[in-house]
């Protein structure tokens, strides 16, 4: 009797947590070691960060970038440390992340976006306009940081 008391309270409690879900939840480097992004858990929805990027030789530090190509002129003050990049990703029960969005800031443009997750060690992420045939894949691998 205590088991089966035991073992709902423990389905109780994980009720609507998908630890498949977080998988993606973690440091990734893209495949050009160009840039670096925190994926993290907002609600029932994932987001990503920048936490790294190669800066060039007229701005040497990551603080001074700013978001100057951004469409919103109250926005382009803002810096590309820690901006969201990735946002709304919605995790579809198996190894993909869909229905989000994803903001360049070399263009200041948004696009839709779905994130596959090809190996534990590796992410696909796509970025798209209208349809996901017009796109373009980025490969991420995972960090320690």
Known sequence: MNAIIIS???????FGKDPKSERIVGKWMSENKDIA???YKVNDR????VIWFACDPKTPDMESFKDIENPDPKLRNRPWLGM???SDLKFNGEDEWNDG??????????YRSVVRLNSAQELIVRGYWG????????KFKKIQL
């Open 101 to 110: 969005n994803i903001y360049d800031p070399n263009t200041g443009r948004t």
């Open 131 to 138: 349809i996901e045939l017009f796109g373009k894949n980025l």
């Open 46 to 49: 994932f987001a990503a960060k």
């Open 8 to 14: 709902s309270l423990l389905l109780f409690l994980n």
């Open 84 to 86: 969201i990049v990735v």
């Open 37 to 39: 992004v925190e994926v």
